[in-house]
């Protein structure tokens, strides 16, 4: 009896020492979580047997119970390597498309050949589908996909409309409108310009050109033109009637204008065109003919959402435009709530994904499959899934990576209890085992 009894202390120490090994050898493994060896006594009586006399028949092991507390951040220089600082655990799968699901604490993540993010052991990082507003569309495991990572911006987009706020100096001179000359400064007031694309996402520069023409007597509006030239063509055109008084370029059609009027009244508030001048909101440019093969009709409105006049200098408020040629990827971020946002050469943003996260009431529960991964288990419970830095989920570090939870100070004490208690059981076993031997030597 007491021969098993110490054969059952010494598995029990050897269980407890290859615990501790393990701990000990993944002290530099990411998102490794420590275990701990959990016995419990054996204790066999009946109803016929005396409970004052009984004798324990042992140990057992209970459980290997993994410890899921936080393991200190190591920050790094890949954007693609992502924490978890709080609760939950990444999702992956093994195959694009695949419903099975491991979970893992470990987020250190690289592209594949084809532009996924996975893990070095290939598996695909699971995020959910983002909308405009880098909300996510739906957060069921089963919407999770594969994130990919675009290395360029869709096709080109040709510009169709442009906006532009500009305020206005009241004490700018007055300028004759007929001497306007594009390659002469002292010609025009004041200018703006931008970078605007044909639908083969070639760039071209579009140029507002503001002259200052009156009032042209005390107590007249304040009088101001607008000239808009592209690759150096005036490109205001048929769609804007013919105003009296305003010059006709020779590259254009003789029934339309070189120059659109900006009217203000005393307190510099815009006075918008009245029929049959149109508004600015429907300024709209000839078809610019572009000889590069792209649309020949292609046009740009005009806006400007906001037009002021005051003592202050010339200022441009705002200035966009619609349009965009081909971009290469320049940037991936991730931001604390798991929204992956790409940026590309030709200024675009494009939202990817969301990281997906998920949790489980049990997470001891859950089974080990290696390379630091976990699956769901009828011991761990349903997996709840979320959005990062929402609720009860942990954020995601950008650029870091989690180290493992050992404390190895504490496991090498941990080692040298073990090793004390495997050589008192095996004391034990030569104690029983010398007491044997006498006993086989009486006679």
Not at 145 to 162: R, S
Not at 358 to 385: C, K, M, Y
């Amino acid at each position: 009896m007491s021969f098993n009894i110490a054969l059952s202390g010494v598995n029990a120490a050897q269980k407890d020492l290859d615990v501790t090994a393990n701990n000990i050898a993944n002290v530099n493994t990411i998102g490794f979580k420590e275990s701990r060896a959990e016995f419990a006594d054996v204790y066999a009586n009946s109803i016929f047997a005396n409970a004052k006399t009984q004798v324990g028949s042992g140990v057992q092991t209970a459980a290997v119970s993994q410890q899921f507390h936080q393991g200190a951040l190591q920050f790094t220089n890949n954007s693609l390597d992502m924490a978890i600082n709080g609760s939950g655990f990444f999702v992956v799968s093994n195959e694009i498309g695949s419903l099975d699901r491991t979970f893992t604490r470990a987020g250190a993540f690289r592209l594949d050949n084809q532009g996924f993010v996975t893990n070095s052991q290939g598996h695909f990082l699971q995020t959910y589908k983002a909308n405009a507003d880098g909300t996510p569309a739906g957060l069921g495991i089963n919407s999770t996909q594969a994130l990919k990572i675009p290395d360029k911006a869709g096709q080109p987009q040709m510009t169709t409309e442009a906006k532009t706020g500009v305020n206005l100096p009241t004490k700018a001179d007055s300028l004759d409108l007929t001497q306007f000359d594009p390659t002469d400064s002292e010609t025009y007031t004041s200018s703006t310009s931008m970078t605007v694309y044909d639908s083969l996402g070639d760039t071209h520069t579009m140029t507002q050109y503001f002259v200052k023409t009156g009032p042209a007597n005390p107590g007249d509006p304040n009088t101001w033109e607008m000239f808009v030239y592209v690759d150096g063509k005036n490109s205001l055109g048929t769609t804007n009637p013919a105003v009296a008084g305003h010059p006709l370029d020779p590259d254009v059609p003789a029934d339309s204008i070189n120059s659109h009027p900006l009217t203000f009244d005393t307190a510099g508030q815009f006075i918008a065109s009245t029929p049959p001048a149109p508004t600015l909101d429907e300024l709209t440019t000839q078809p610019l003919g572009f000889t590069n093969g792209s649309d020949p009709d292609q046009q740009i409105m005009i806006k400007i959402p906001s037009a002021t006049l005051n003592s202050g200098p010339f200022e441009v408020t705002s200035n966009s435009q619609d349009g965009t040629t081909v971009g290469r990827l320049t940037k991936v971020d991730v931001g604390p709530n798991g929204l992956v946002q790409a940026t590309y050469s030709n200024g675009s943003t494009e939202n990817l994904g969301i990281v997906a996260m998920a949790r489980f009431p049990n997470e001891q529960g859950l089974t080990q499959i290696g390379d630091t991964q976990w699956r769901q288990s009828l011991l761990s419970g349903e997996a709840v899934t979320g959005q990062p830095n929402t609720g009860i989920f942990g954020k995601v570090s950008v650029a870091a990576l989690e180290q493992s939870n050992t404390d190895l100070t504490s496991e090498l004490v941990d080692l040298i209890t073990a090793q004390r208690n495997f050589q008192a059981n095996s004391r034990a076993l030569e104690v029983n085992s010398t007491l044997q031997q006498t006993i086989l030597q009486i006679r």
